[in-house]
Structures are given as structure tokens and as C-alpha cells.
């Protein structure tokens, strides 16, 4: 190789590492802000407002959580003569129609029950025939897009509904929590990242002045907002919540986050659930960044949603697995042309990679302590027991000084190259393993998928679910909303 080829790679290597630190670079800037997030409340532009509320909750075979569900709404703190509870029964073929109809005579004038006999449509028709009741009449001022299974803490809508007093917000979102009375291994998973994916990333966005999406299960608009984005909800995707929220910005009008509005949902309990929820929604974030690809890095398109901090969050997370494949191709190329130049480049990453873990989950402790002390294991092993070692080891290196020689870039060996290899490749690996603990479930192994899980990392398995759902898309695949089921464990 001529020494001008050689360093041409070599600079092309150590690009891939690099960029593959971008998402550690946006963890920093984003948790950075979460502190500035106290001074982003907007609670000084909020009031008492209690506006007439249509609560629109579509379902399909939802039997065993709708009653409840209803029975919490209405002891909501919250003026029951400006609520009114919308079911859009989706073609159900349990006893969800029977259950509504039953509620609405024990909350006559409240709870109305729909019947959208040609279902299976998706989330987005279903919503859609019920905005076209409340249409109909002037009566509804907001709208609460909800899931039938999710439960309001007692004080959540008023504390949403009194940032609509300011005309400038368009949709106000709660801060949605896994709600499980006995949560399993993968729903405490789910209970830690919802603090940095919620909890924490929302903070942030809300002090840098944008929103990327409003949670599906609790989302609140004003009837202007969804009057100036058409009275509709976009159906020509899988990610119509975000597709929404991208929607009302643009129109000019603000979408927030409520932090103290809590609300607790059911979610998968096992990795073949969490995966087709996951694929659900990471399809739907390809197609929202296809379909706005003139907004990236574009202020002149939004002041904040076009900002170069919007885009790292989105992409950072998007293009996740492409960033990991991308640093173990380069850590391994980088190996055999410049074995200690790989070396520095692979020490650098994971001791960068430590300090943010460090910094993520000592915040996400003091964001949500009653979510952190319910999964303080999942969130400690989040990047896997593998990852965590390698953090250590780059952080702390006299703490493995009998191992000091096991990967050394100046000797030679079969068993030296193999370990070195294997390191350099743990990012994508890493993927792989995690998903492992998917297909077991299926098998006679399945006791064998939480140790996978906890090996590979959840991070991890969601990046295989981010690659996972460039591949849906790429080959077409049909869109199919895949219902999460729901058994009715929420306690709150």
C-alpha cells in the first residue's frame, strides 16, 4: 500500500470512529441541558384554564383495560361537565363494545361509545372517524389523544390543559411511565430508558425549544392546532403521533412538555413484543425523515425544529447501528495497517463512551428516582456486561493490570489477533448478541434470552431494532400497526 493510500484509509478509519461518537457527543449536549430545563417550564405563561376536553381513545379488543381506564378518567380532578370521553371501538370483536356501552350509561353525558365497524385500518383512521364526530359540534375546545390502557395520575390534564391559556401552545404532552404493578425483567429495561428517552431527553427539548415527539398515549391539542394542521390525523405513516408533533410546529405553534403530568402505560413484557412496537416505530421515524428531509439543518425552514441541535438528537439516534458498524469496520481495517493506532482510537472511544454512561445514569437517578429505584439494576447493566467491562477497563486500566497484556497492539499472536478483533468489533456484535435473545424466546432455550439481553445490552437491542426497521422499509413490508397487548397491570 503507497503511503499516500495507506493515509487516506487510515483518515477514513479514524472518521468512522469518530462519527460514531456523535451520539455520545448529543448525550452530552442533551443531558447538559436538562439542567437548563428548569428555567423552561413555561409555567409562567400558564393558568387556570380548563377548557372543554374530548378525550379520543381508539381500541381495538380492548375488554380487559377499558373500564378502568374510563373509571380513572373520570376521577380526574378535572370539571366532569367539560369532559367528555370518546371510545372509537375499531371493529372490536370482544366485550370492548359491551364494556363502553355499559360505562356510558354509568356516565351518562360523558362517555360515548363509537363503533367503527370496517376496522383494522390503524391508530391513525381510527382517531381520524372520531375527529370527524367532534367536529360536528362546537362544543370540544382540546382534544386528549390517548391509549385505552394508559392511566392519568389525578392532577395530570389540569397541569397539561394550563398551558393551552397560552394561544402560542399547540399540543402539550405528559411524561409517560411503564406502570406495572410487578414489572418483568424487560418492562424495568423499558422503566430506564423512559427516563433518558423522556424524562430526560424532553427536559431538554424543551429548553432548546422544540418538541420531537408527543407521546402517542397523552398527547393534548387545542381544537386550533388541529384545525390548522387539517382536522386530521396524518395516516400515511406509522409514526403519526411524531408526524403530528412535527406538523404543529411547523404551523407555527409550540409543542411542549409537561414534566409533572404523570402517566403509566402496560408495555411489552417480552423482546418479540418490545421488537414489533419498536420496528412500528422506528419505521415510522424513517418515513418522517424522508418526508421532511427539507428541515434538517435548515433554520430558514424552523427556527428550532431546523437547528443543528433538532437534527444531532434525531440523527444521533437514527442512524445509531450505522454509526456502530461503521466505528468496527474502521477499528478493524485501522488493525491491520496501524495496529496501535487502532489501539489509541478504540481506548479513546470507550473511555468517552464511560464518562457519558457515568453522566446518563447518575442524572437519570435524579430525574426520576421512583423509576430508577424500581430498575436501578437494568439501568446500571443498560449497555450490556460486556460494554460496561470494556468501560471500566478503558477508565480504570490499573484495576486490570494482569490482563495488561492480553491486547497488545505490538504482539503477534493468533489468540492476541482474535481477542483484539473481537473487541473492535463489539459494537456491531454487540447488536446481534442482543437480538439473539429475541429468536430464543421462541425456542426451547427462551430462559437463555434475558442473559443474552444482559450480555448484548438494551441499547443495543435497540439499535438492532433501528436496523431492523431500515430493512422493513426498504423491502416495503406491509404497514401493519401491531397492537401492543395489554392485560391490565397498570396500577400507577
Not at 423482546?271 to 415510522?284: A, F, S, T
Not at 473481537?422 to 429475541?438: A, I, N, Q, R
Not at 443474552?452 to 426497521?469: E, H, K, N, P, Q
Request: glycine fraction near 8%; aromatic fraction near 14%.
Amino acid at each position: 500500500m503507497t503511503g499516500l493510500l495507506e493515509w487516506a484509509v487510515i483518515s477514513v478509519c479514524v472518521f468512522l470512529v469518530l462519527l460514531s461518537s456523535l451520539p455520545l457527543f448529543t448525550g452530552v449536549y442533551q443531558f447538559a441541558s436538562v439542567g437548563r430545563s428548569v428555567f423552561a417550564t413555561h409555567l409562567e405563561s400558564a393558568g387556570k384554564f380548563e377548557p372543554n376536553i374530548s378525550i379520543l381513545i381508539p381500541a381495538w379488543n380492548e375488554g380487559a383495560v377499558i373500564a378502568a381506564t374510563i373509571d380513572r378518567l373520570m376521577a380526574l380532578r378535572y370539571p366532569p361537565e367539560r369532559l367528555r370521553v370518546y371510545v372509537v371501538d375499531d371493529g372490536s370483536t370482544d366485550e370492548t363494545p359491551r364494556v363502553v356501552i355499559d360505562k356510558s350509561r354509568e356516565y351518562p353525558g360523558n362517555v360515548y361509545h363509537l363503533r367503527r365497524v370496517a376496522g383494522g385500518e390503524g391508530k391513525a383512521h381510527t382517531l381520524n372517524f372520531g375527529l370527524d364526530v367532534l367536529w360536528q359540534g362546537s362544543w370540544t375546545e382540546a382534544v386528549l389523544i390517548m391509549d385505552a390502557d394508559v392511566i392519568y395520575s389525578a392532577d395530570s390534564l389540569t397541569k397539561m390543559a394550563r398551558h393551552l391559556a397560552d394561544p402560542e401552545i399547540g399540543a402539550v404532552t405528559a411524561y409517560i411511565k411503564e406502570g406495572s404493578a410487578n414489572p418483568n425483567w424487560v418492562q424495568r429495561f423499558v422503566t430506564f430508558e423512559y427516563i433518558t428517552a423522556t424524562g430526560a431527553s424532553r427536559r431538554a427539548q424543551n429548553s432548546l425549544g422544540f418538541l420531537a415527539c408527543l407521546s402517542g398515549g397523552a398527547q393534548l391539542h387545542s381544537r386550533e392546532n388541529l384545525m390548522a394542521i387539517g382536522g386530521q390525523i396524518f395516516s400515511d405513516t406509522l409514526a403519526e403521533d411524531t408526524f403530528t408533533t412535527f406538523r404543529t410546529q411547523l404551523q407555527g405553534r409550540r409543542a411542549i412538555f409537561e414534566a409533572n403530568a404523570l402517566v403509566y402505560a402496560e408495555e411489552p413484557d417480552s423482546l418479540v413484543g418490545l421488537w414489533k412496537q419498536r420496528v412500528r416505530w422506528g419505521r415510522g421515524n424513517v418515513q418522517i425523515t424522508q418526508v421532511f428531509r427539507d428541515l434538517w439543518f435548515n433554520r430558514s425552514a424552523h427556527r428550532t425544529m431546523g437547528s443543528w441541535g433538532m437534527a444531532l438528537m434525531w440523527f444521533s439516534i437514527f442512524l445509531m447501528p450505522l454509526f456502530q458498524i461503521g466505528a468496527s469496520t474502521g477499528l478493524i481495517v485501522l488493525y491491520f495497517i496501524n495496529p496501535p493506532a487502532a489501539w489509541r482510537m478504540f481506548t479513546a472511544y470507550w473511555v468517552f463512551s464511560g464518562i457519558v454512561y457515568l453522566i446518563v445514569t447518575m442524572t437519570s437517578f435524579v430525574v426520576d428516582d421512583e423509576s430508577a429505584k424500581k430498575s436501578w439494576w437494568e439501568g446500571l447493566l443498560f449497555p450490556g456486561l460486556i460494554s460496561l467491562g470494556v468501560n471500566l477497563y478503558a477508565l480504570f486500566p490499573f484495576l486490570f493490570s494482569p490482563l495488561a497484556g492480553v491486547v497488545n497492539p505490538r504482539a503477534h499472536g493468533w489468540t492476541n489477533m482474535a481477542i483484539a478483533l473481537f473487541l473492535y468489533s463489539w459494537l456491531t456484535l454487540s447488536m446481534l448478541v442482543s437480538y439473539s435473545g429475541k429468536a430464543l424466546e421462541g425456542t426451547k432455550f427462551k430462559k437463555l434470552a434475558p442473559i443474552a439481553l444482559y450480555i448484548g445490552g438494551y441499547g443495543s437491542f435497540l439499535c438492532a431494532v433501528t436496523f431492523g426497521s431500515y430493512m422493513k422499509e426498504l423491502l416495503g413490508a406491509e404497514m401493519k400497526w401491531d397492537k401492543t397487548e395489554k392485560t391490565g397491570k397498570v396500577t400507577g
